[in-house]
């Protein structure tokens, strides 16, 4: 597996560089990482070689199907919804690969769901990765407009996860 340090300094690596994309296998796992063009975002994509681990509850992508996520992965979601356009909203992004989690545990209560007031300081959701549980806050006080991703989805460095309205 990859640590979340080396990660960081591949991706800084490749964008000093002149490559325009990276792939590495290391211990049954993959990491691709690819330069993007000015006008898209930076995305970093990881899948398993050999096997891989969902949450209890969750199915795991069979072997065949790992390079199909990749791929799904890589590319930016997008649904033609305007509030995603409107720039008075502001996004608060994954700080780092790993799987979104909108509450601590299965039973308990979302941290944000839409219409929440919250502070800069508000724990709004959980990023899984490398089986460390990263509690992200929403630096923005505000209210949740919308939330961009699913529950248990896998989630890429800079995406997009809420749209709030600042206060």
């Not at 990749?70 to 409107?86: C, F």
Request: net charge negative.
């Amino acid at each position: 597996m990859f640590k979340l340090s080396e990660i960081k300094e591949l991706i800084k690596l490749v964008d000093q560089s002149s490559l325009q994309e990276l792939e590495i296998e290391n211990e049954g796992a993959r990491l691709a990482i690819r330069k993007p063009n000015k006008t898209e975002p930076v995305y970093v994509t990881t899948a398993p070689v050999q096997h891989s681990y969902a949450p209890v509850g969750q199915a795991s992508f069979a072997n065949q199907q790992a390079p199909a996520a990749l791929e799904e992965a890589s590319v930016p979601a997008t649904n033609g919804n305007a509030k995603q356009e409107d720039s008075s909203l502001h996004k608060i992004v994954s700080p780092m690969v790993g799987t979104f989690y909108q509450a601590a545990s299965p039973g308990s209560a979302p941290f944000a769901s839409v219409g929440s007031k919250i502070g800069d300081k508000t724990v709004v959701c959980i990023v899984e990765a490398m089986k460390l549980m990263n509690e992200i806050e929403a630096e923005i006080r505000g209210e949740i407009v919308e939330i961009l991703v699913e529950n248990g989805q896998l989630v890429e460095y800079g995406q997009p996860l809420f749209l709030v309205r600042p206060e």
